[in-house]
């Protein structure tokens, strides 16, 4: 088992920023072997991908809707990866979680991931 734990939401006003921290471990589980993903859901909407790093952080995909405002980063030997939300819009309330991805390389879709957070909000005032 895998324990995913987000935090470093809030409700800030449009174009601040924040940053989510997420840590994941487990008995047996080794974060560098894999690669990581934060994900959002507004209410009466689906999950949506936001990003995405690879296992060693070389490599990291995002949705087009923040491509530009978001970096996710990663630190191996502290098990944890970040987003950093910069120019945040009201578009952006969402609860985000974290979540493992069974891969090492990255995935945008959520069934690629095995292991998810229980969420951080993010709501964004106009």
């Known amino acids: 088992q895998v324990h995913v734990v987000e935090s470093g939401g809030g409700l800030v006003q449009a174009g601040d920023s924040l940053r989510l921290t997420c840590t994941a471990s487990?008995?047996?589980?080794?974060?560098?072997?894999?690669?990581m993903g934060w994900f959002r859901q507004a209410p009466g909407k689906e999950r949506e991908f936001v990003a995405a790093?690879?296992?060693?952080?070389?490599?990291?995909d995002y949705a087009d809707s923040v491509k530009g405002r978001f970096t996710i980063s990663r630190v191996n030997a502290k098990d944890a990866v970040y987003l950093q939300m910069d120019s945040l819009k009201p578009e952006d309330t969402a609860g985000y979680y974290c979540?493992?991805?069974?891969?090492?390389?990255?995935?945008?879709?959520?069934?690629?991931?095995?292991?998810w957070g229980q969420g951080t909000q993010v709501t964004v005032s106009s």
């Open positions: 790093i690879n296992w060693s952080g070389g490599s990291t």
């Open positions: 979540a493992v991805c069974r891969y090492p390389d990255t995935y945008v879709g959520t069934r690629a991931y095995d292991y």
């Open positions: 487990g008995r047996t589980f080794t974060f560098s072997n894999y690669a």
